[in-house]
């Protein structure tokens, strides 16, 4: 089955930029999606089809998506990002999330 | 405004059934594909299930493939999850998400409920 891997942890300190990686079997020829979720809360969707930012998503959140890597960019980070986030894909009819990654903002 | 309202989760015995709703609305209900996702207790989310828009389509985990059936009502603007032969493990809370496109959009999901929490007792 198809498998994407993001590290479990990324750290930033505020104002720089965060890069979140998911990495995949020719992730680059799929959609990648993002996810935000903060405790106790349901997931946000930040980011689909690689790049696109859906109605209410900052610009400082952006993706990217080539060859095996798909990557979550965070501008001018803030407090308020400090949260778990998921990539996904879809492969062979069935959809799939990598592990997570915590976002901390020290 | 888009709302989506799981029910129906609840304590089961391992190897019982559940059945769980999603209530829409704000949305054409019938134009999006819906898809649930659980998340076991302080883990990660796991995709489970998803229909298109007409339900003509369902695509499932490895996971659950055979024991779980999902479904929807576009006449009351419900999704559903049918559980069955429940393990342990499958504890978690599970959310109903909306997809972001149209009837036949999988890729990503941009309304997602507040989720149920199904809790397997072995």
């Known amino acids: 089955s198809y498998e994407l891997t993001q590290p479990p942890s990324v750290s930033v300190s505020p104002g720089q930029t965060a890069s979140i990686t998911c990495s995949g079997d020719?992730?680059?020829?799929?959609?990648a999606s993002w996810y935000q979720q903060k405790p106790g809360q349901s997931p946000v969707l930040v980011i689909y089809e690689d790049t696109k930012r859906p109605s209410g998503i900052p610009e400082r959140f952006s993706g990217s998506n080539s060859g095996n890597t798909a990557t979550l960019t965070i501008s001018g980070t803030q407090a308020m990002d400090e949260a778990d986030y998921y990539c996904?894909?879809?492969?062979?009819?069935?959809?799939?999330f990598g592990g997570g990654t915590k976002l901390t903002v020290l | 405004e888009v709302l989506l309202l799981e029910s129906g989760g609840g304590l089961v015995q391992r190897g019982g059934s559940l059945r769980l709703s999603c209530a829409a609305s704000g949305f054409t209900f019938s134009s999006y594909a819906m898809t649930w996702v659980r998340q076991a207790p302080g883990k990660g989310l796991e995709w489970v299930s998803a229909?298109?828009?007409?339900?003509?389509?369902?695509y499932y985990a490895d996971s659950v493939k055979g024991r779980f059936t999902i479904s929807r009502d576009n006449s009351k603007n419900t999704l559903y999850l049918q559980m069955n032969t429940l393990r342990a493990e499958e504890t978690a809370v599970y959310y109903c998400?909306?997809?972001?496109?149209?009837?036949?959009?999988?890729?990503?999901?941009?309304?997602w409920g507040q989720g149920t929490t199904v809790t397997v007792s072995s």
């Open positions: 020719k992730l680059g020829d799929k959609y």
């Open positions: 998400a909306k997809g972001a496109i149209n009837e036949n959009y999988y890729y990503a999901m941009d309304v």
């Open positions: 229909i298109s828009g007409g339900g003509g389509s369902a």
């Open positions: 996904q894909a879809w492969d062979s009819s069935t959809g799939v």
